[in-house]
């Protein structure tokens, strides 16, 4: 199916524990980005991607590592997991022209413990 | 560096009545586009609306239109004859030509639609 996926949709994992969270979309967008959704704090970019092979930081990088072998993948890795990485996380993509809206992905909520 | 605010945490409307969306933004990008979205309780990111920086009148989709002040720098949704499945966390967001793309967001505003 076209569109734009993450998986897992729900993970519990444990303090200092590596976790990745995937995010695969299928219209080869070129930009993709990653967000967290805190209560308070709306939707804080984390990593974007403007192509593959190109990535950058956004306002709250610290502890996450981003990767973009191919246009269609842009899994997000928590090294270290922390309990204030507690939070529901956003993929989204879209082309490279201002008028037009991203797409989401339905989520990922992750609790660390 | 750009800026997106949102100043209502939370908004009551009766229903059928028009409410009004605040959200003003901060950038030195001469272009850029300005964008709203809607977050029901299911969790969901459903865009509603653009409006373009050189764009000459406001955007409108159905129900919804951008008051788009280009001077004051704000973007304000207005949502017409509110339903109750308006109901739902908004949020503003913009995406500027010289900003290497990125989208960012403001911290939102929950939307009550009462009957």
């Known amino acids: 199916d076209a569109g734009i996926t993450q998986s897992p949709r729900y993970k519990i994992t444990e303090t200092g524990r590596q976790v990745t969270l995937m995010c695969h979309q299928t219209?080869?967008?070129?930009?993709m980005f990653w967000y967290r959704q805190d209560l308070g704090h709306g939707l804080r970019l984390i990593y974007y991607s403007a192509a593959a092979d190109i990535t950058d930081k956004g306002e709250v990088p610290d502890g996450y590592v981003v990767s973009r072998s191919k246009t269609e993948n842009f899994p997000l890795t928590l090294e270290s997991a922390t309990r204030s990485q507690t939070s529901v996380y956003f993929c989204?993509?879209?082309?490279?022209?201002?008028?037009?809206?991203?797409?989401f992905g339905q989520g990922t909520r992750l609790t660390v413990v | 560096a750009q800026k997106i605010t949102q100043t209502q945490p939370g908004m009551f409307v009766q229903e059928k009545e028009a409410v009004t969306l605040d959200c003003t933004y901060d950038t030195s990008d001469p272009s850029y586009g300005l964008f709203w979205y809607k977050q029901p309780s299911s969790g969901e990111m459903i865009f509603l609306i653009y409006q373009g920086s050189y764009d000459q009148q406001n955007a409108t989709e159905g129900r919804y239109s951008l008051n788009f002040q280009k001077a004051r720098k704000s973007a304000n949704l207005v949502i017409s004859a509110s339903q109750l499945g308006d109901s739902a966390m908004y949020f503003c967001?913009?995406?500027?030509?010289?900003?290497?793309?990125?989208?960012?967001f403001g911290q939102g505003t929950t939307l009550q639609v009462k009957p």
């Open positions: 219209w080869s967008h070129s930009y």
């Open positions: 967001a913009m995406r500027g030509r010289s900003n290497t793309g990125k989208l960012i």
């Open positions: 989204a993509s879209t082309i490279d022209t201002l008028n037009t809206e991203a797409f």
